[in-house]
């Protein structure tokens, strides 16, 4: 059966720290269920696929803080 996977996108706070984008980019992916993090530092945004029935939107949310 084919993974469903749904994507999100997030405002991110501190796209001027890179260190703290990095730290919170390789949680995201470390996270089970999900399988791309695009980091956008010009918008200042996090694009995350992921398969929903592994990782909640509030478990995520909660990675990034």
């Not at 996977?5 to 390789?26: C, H, N, V, W, Y």
């Not at 398969?51 to 990675?63: E, M, R, V």
Request: proline content about 5%; charged content about 30%.
């Amino acid at each position: 059966m084919a993974e469903t996977l749904a994507t999100s996108i997030f405002s991110i706070e501190g796209a001027d720290q890179p260190g703290r984008i990095e730290r919170m980019r390789k949680a995201l992916e470390a996270m089970p269920g999900v399988r791309a993090v695009e980091i956008n530092y010009i918008l200042d945004t996090a694009r995350v696929r992921y398969d929903p029935n592994k990782a909640s939107l509030a478990s995520i949310k909660a990675t990034m803080k």
